[in-house]
């Protein structure tokens, strides 16, 4: 292969990049809080994807979103979100279901095919200084994404709109 340096690209530059926005709603629907972050997609989150893509037994897709309470960014080889230091708070409370309808995908775009994520959290019980999330295909972690503390409480619809991108091409 005779490319030139500058038509190469990177790896880094190349690989799945996602965009998270926040947005905490009380009972009456006003936002109260709103946060937007970029993601890091962790070694098993790709791992997830490889195997989807190869059809192995088990893989499965991603349909859990979970909170932590983090505030660094992960390594690669991150594998889990950071637990609260109350350790009365069940696991349960932490995380929630995302269902099929929550993805849309569009091929349309030049360089990327984009997929959406749009699930909304409702908290059980009241979590404070929450500061990261991440998505989950069974018990493991794709992507981990930190914020600025925000408190969840019962009552509160949390709706993450997430948006990953999936370039291709030169």
Known sequence: MNESPERLVSGAARCPRGRLRLQVRDA??????????RNIVLRQGAAVVANLFAAQAG???????RVGFGREAATAESTALQPPDDATIPATALASAV?????RIVTDRPDAVQVIVTSVFRPTIELTDVTEAGLLAGDRLYNQVVFEPVTLRPGQDVT??????FPFGR
Do not use: S
Request: proline share 4%; glycine share 8%.
């Open 28 to 37: 009456a629907g006003a936002v109260v809080q709103e946060r937007r972050a």
């Open 59 to 65: 893989a499965v897709g991603i349909d859990t979103i």
């Open 99 to 103: 269902v099929p309808t929550d993805f």
């Open 160 to 165: 993450f709109f997430w948006e990953i991108d």
